[in-house]
């Protein structure tokens, strides 16, 4: 998701449901995408990765999609619990411009009991 | 592994004084540091780019003068605020990259450091 001003766009979803948060990313030449969660006060914490050569990668409780074509990225979160309650970001990497991350907008996702 | 360690943790000066922030990779070494900065309900925006023996590389509109980044050594990075102002209040945030056994593009990030400047 795409933050505008001081919102950030909010995704509220009922414990034990599965949750999808997209992202735009918007350099074609990105190699390298990371989701990031980050928790009120606290840093980002890795989540999963891809690379431009895949389409998809599981991990525990997480998928993350990558769409080349329309330069989208999204995160599906199985079984939502409370402790997914964060704000995620995805990151898109340039190899060939120093590694350096590029950060979206970020979307809040809320669990509710 | 891959732990990342920011102190302090949070900071209150006031105008016109200096403070540092130091940025450690605690079981690992680090040739790349990164130092963000996120104001409320936004995203991380880089600020530079520190590697270890050599100048930080500043990302566009980030001066350089205000912002002193040292990479002394392979486990720590250090940011230096001069002459704080209240403007410059924020959440700063280091990364490391290159933990061993990992891919050698995926940073880890600290807790982050909240700056007050009153």
């Known amino acids: 998701g795409e933050s505008v001003g001081l919102h950030l766009p909010t995704l509220s979803v009922q414990e034990g449901d599965n949750s999808i948060i997209n992202c735009a990313y918007s350099n074609s030449a990105s190699d390298y995408f990371i989701w990031y969660k980050q928790e009120s006060g606290k840093g980002p914490q890795f989540i999963i990765d891809i690379r431009s050569n895949m389409d998809k990668r599981q991990g525990q409780r997480v998928t993350v999609l990558l769409n080349k074509t329309v330069k989208h990225l999204s995160l599906q979160i199985a079984a939502t619990q409370p402790g997914d309650s964060a704000v995620y970001f995805c990151a898109e990497n340039i190899g060939s411009a120093g590694n350096k991350l590029t950060f979206g907008g970020g979307t809040r996702v809320l669990v509710k009991p | 592994g891959a732990v990342v360690s920011q102190h302090p943790s949070w900071v209150i000066c006031k105008s016109g004084t200096s403070v540092k922030i130091e940025c450690r990779s605690l079981?690992?070494?680090?040739?790349?540091m990164f130092w963000y900065r996120q104001f409320p309900k936004q995203s991380l925006m880089l600020m530079a780019t520190?590697?270890?023996?050599?100048?930080?590389?500043?990302e566009q509109g980030v001066e350089k003068d205000k912002f002193l980044i040292n990479h002394a050594s392979l486990t720590l990075s250090t940011l230096t605020v001069t002459s704080a102002h209240p403007e410059d209040s924020s959440f700063y945030i280091c990364?490391?990259?290159?933990?061993?056994?990992?891919?050698?593009?995926?940073?880890?990030f600290g807790p982050g450091t909240r700056l007050t400047v009153l």
């Open positions: 079981d690992f070494q680090a040739t790349t």
């Open positions: 990364s490391a990259r290159d933990p061993p056994g990992g891919p050698a593009d995926t940073q880890y």
């Open positions: 520190s590697n270890e023996g050599s100048k930080a590389t500043y």
